[in-house]
């Protein structure tokens, strides 16, 4: 089982809690670190990048870092590879690849995926991770968003085939093995990587 944790400062009571965090993320063999801070003014993200990626280096170089953010400052800051939302367009997931393959040897290029069609077509044009997602039912500040399940989330692994699809959306200790089960090749939280419960999963 792979794991890929994001980021999400506000859960974290200062800057240097969450430097922490990452490093014990990097220490506890966690394969992917995503920096989602989207509401950072570029500078800011910049600094935060540049912070986070020494953190992890720190520890080793298992640790994949990709940046929800422009391919610039992923490159600047010494990141792996970008994140990108569902609706982005595939021409901006091919020039982003195609911009990083000059820099680096292996980039990774992440994309967010809610529908069978958008995993497809991340696979098409480039993506090298699928996060699908809600695979469970989760609890927003606006309402109740349903998860569409393991027998979907089993459809979009075999429709991204050969990309790797993680499984994203209310996974917990508990359900983190039936996703895998299901054909992800691992798990994406935020929540679940901002405790140590998913140590327990190692």
Known sequence: MQFYAI????L??????????????AEGRVDYVQIREKDLPFDELA???????????AVGRHTRILLNGPVEIALA??????HFPSDLSVDAIALAGAAMREVLADPMISVSCHTIV?????????ATLGLFAPVFEKRLDT??????GLATLAEACRAGSPMSVFALGGITVANAKDCVEAGAIGIAAIRLFASRDWLGLR
Not at 12 to 25: G, N, Y
Not at 77 to 82: L, N
Not at 143 to 148: D, S, T
């Open 143 to 148: 309402g109740i968003l349903p998860g569409q």
């Open 12 to 25: 974290f009571p200062s800057r240097e809690a969450l430097l922490e965090q990452v490093a014990l993320w």
């Open 47 to 57: 600094t935060l990048a540049t912070q986070l990626v020494r953190a992890v280096r």
């Open 77 to 82: 800051t010494g990141c792996d590879g970008v």
């Open 118 to 126: 958008e995993v497809k077509r991340a696979r098409d044009h480039g």
């Open 7 to 10: 980021t999400n400062r506000r």
